[in-house]
């Protein structure tokens, strides 16, 4: 049994690493007990997200969903049938972490099975929470901390990633027919959205590129004011996540039409310097 899970964990560790995600840099300096859980925890969130992604009919990834919906539960009550999910029981039995996150995370990937447009912010907010908010909730739980406003933190953080995310992958969802931009702002400054799919550049997209950088920027700044100084010390890994999307947003203003030409990314070594930057202040400062 200990050779199994000492795979599961590697099998975690370098998905985490291979999934092009920052997520893996801000771990990297958590003890190792947090570590192996959150890449645990990030295995199964990336799995149950790359369902909405799967070459499958819509009604066999809706079962698949349905399935993670169950062997989530399953895990809680300490009965997992997939290898994943039996390292996911041991984590939820030392981490509080509420199994509803899980279901909402469910319920987001689940609206990107039936619908690939929205129509205004507050439907795509509703969106962003689910699929990322909730992904920095159950972080959360995982780092500890004791101020409960930590949640308020993990929940505009969450946003402010995933808006980054829908600008960073613009042209690559236009492709699978996947508009994340409000369909509302899309006409208000007067960039169709068929223009996106052709990926064409304008003033107008320059305009809607700058008001979408901007609400981003808006949310890492919210996120940065509701995090409680007592619990910047072990919320360092969250600090780093958010520092190198935001430097991942700037690349974006600073690039702008190049999202709709080729993925915008920072490199790995800007990544880890962050991190190491981060994690020596947080042990000096915070």
């Known amino acids: 049994m200990g050779v199994q899970v000492t795979d599961l964990e590697r099998y975690c560790r370098e998905l985490t690493r291979r999934s092009r995600t920052n997520f893996y840099y801000a771990f990297l300096f958590l003890p190792r007990v947090k570590r192996e859980a959150l890449f645990s925890v990030y295995g199964i969130c990336r799995k149950i997200d790359d369902v909405a992604d799967e070459a499958a009919p819509e009604g066999g990834r809706a079962d698949a969903l349905r399935e993670w919906r169950l062997e989530i539960e399953r895990a809680y009550a300490g009965q997992p049938i997939q290898p994943l999910t039996a390292k996911l029981a041991e984590v939820v039995r030392h981490f509080p972490i509420p199994r509803a996150y899980f279901d909402e995370l469910i319920a987001g990937v689940e609206m990107d099975l039936k619908q690939s447009r929205y129509a205004t912010f507050d439907e795509l907010y509703r969106y962003c929470y689910r699929v990322a908010s909730v992904v920095g909730l159950i972080c959360i739980e995982i780092f500890g901390y004791r101020n409960p406003r930590t949640r308020e933190y993990a929940v505009s953080l969450g ?9 960073r992958d613009l042209r690559a969802d236009a492709l699978r027919d996947r508009v994340y931009l409000p ?3 899309l006409e208000r400054f007067g960039y169709p959205e068929e223009a996106l799919l052709r990926g064409e550049t ?4 320059h305009r809607l590129l700058a008001f979408q950088c901007a609400r981003a920027r808006e949310y890492f700044s919210r996120a940065a004011t509701q995090l409680p100084r007592e619990d910047r010390r072990t919320l360092f890994a969250g600090e780093i996540m958010g520092a190198i999307y935001y430097r991942l947003l700037r690349r974006i203003e600073r690039g702008g039409d190049l999202v709709l030409r080729t993925a915008v990314a920072v490199p790995r070594a800007e990544k880890l310097l962050i991190a190491l930057r981060l994690w020596l202040w947080s042990r000096l400062f915070w």
């Open 159 to 167: 946003v402010a990633l995933q808006l980054t995310n829908i600008l």
């Open 202 to 205: 304008s003033e107008a997209f």
């Open 183 to 185: 369909q509302e702002e």
